[in-house]
């Protein structure tokens, strides 16, 4: 819109990272990252490190004091699960998370979020304390915005991809941890099926997505482009037998800065995959008619 971590996990990144530089070292022999492999080697390495040090995997709340003892022990809980089902999702975050919490009465848990792309960046969560537990562990909207965060900020013109990342995402960490009613794609098709007739054009999707940003129709350009990442994710299961939420987790280790291109962003996943097929998707969003990308209808 829009850590705690135990001693195994610290443990676990330490004994993978000798492997993980072994196989970093191939990929950016083979395929070549703008920095140079010795750079990039040196930079997991570090990463890895601090981890282990519990440096970054870390959180911090801000506004506790806002509410009362009761409603801070809730609170406190519920960003800890949204940290936690994210982490075990897109992997360690190398920068501390940073959430400010700000009482908003409401007819639902989390009425309103948005990240900042500060330094440090910062989750900005507006809840209506009323609600239980439980209903704020089942919304989507924490996980959301912690998804934003696993790629850098893109800018305004590609404001519809990094949306439709999040979208796709929230669900994917929710069918992780065990949290959803359903399936994600069950959700995919739901929440994307109203929206197939903004894209039965031959404007290329990333036009279209773009428009409806500007229109404000946030819904129909939010999971329009996330079907982006569905593609993606299909793509990645059946060529290379991974899973785009894998492929971030190892982004997110070698290669996460706070901003950047896209381009930059999707040749780094496709490096670390060894194909093209992020990068090619990209470019058949920007130049394809989007009715021979969508389908007409979800079965």
Not at 128 to 148: A, C, G, M, N, V
Not at 276 to 297: G, M
Request: hydrophobic share 40%; charged share 20%.
């Amino acid at each position: 819109m829009s850590r705690s971590t135990s001693k195994s996990a610290y443990l676990s990144c330490g004994i993978i990272s000798l492997v993980w530089l072994a196989f970093l070292g191939k990929v950016y022999a083979q395929q070549g990252f703008h920095d140079s492999v010795e750079s990039r080697s040196l930079h997991v390495a570090n990463t890895i490190e601090q981890i282990n040090q519990g440096k970054f995997d870390q959180f911090e709340i801000h506004g506790l004091s806002r509410f009362d003892d009761e409603k801070k022990e809730v609170l406190k809980q519920w960003v800890k699960t949204g940290v936690n089902a994210t982490r075990n999702a897109l992997g360690v975050y190398p920068s501390r998370l940073i959430f400010h919490l700000v009482p908003k009465k409401s007819n639902q848990p989390v009425p309103w979020a948005y990240t900042r792309r500060d330094n440090p960046q910062r989750i900005y969560l507006h809840v209506d304390s009323r609600f239980p537990l439980q209903k704020f562990i089942d919304d989507w909207t924490i996980y959301h915005e912690i998804s934003h965060l696993a790629i850098p900020y893109l800018g305004e013109k590609y404001a519809w991809l990094a949306e439709g990342f999040a979208s796709f995402m929230q669900y994917q960490v929710m069918g992780k941890a065990g949290i959803l009613d359903g399936t994600p794609e069950q959700h995919y098709r739901k929440k994307i099926a109203p929206h197939l007739k903004w894209f039965k054009s031959d404007l290329p999707p990333a036009a279209i997505a773009r428009r409806l940003m500007n229109q404000k129709q946030y819904p129909a350009a939010y999971w329009g482009s996330a079907y982006f990442f569905i593609l993606a994710d299909n793509a990645l299961s059946s060529q290379h037998n991974t899973s785009l939420a894998r492929l971030i987790s190892q982004y997110q280790l070698c290669c996460h800065a706070r901003h950047g291109d896209v381009n930059q962003l999707m040749n780094d996943l496709d490096t670390l995959l060894g194909g093209s097929v992020i990068t090619k998707l990209l470019s058949e969003f920007e130049h394809q008619p989007a009715r021979e990308i969508y389908p007409i209808e979800f079965e």
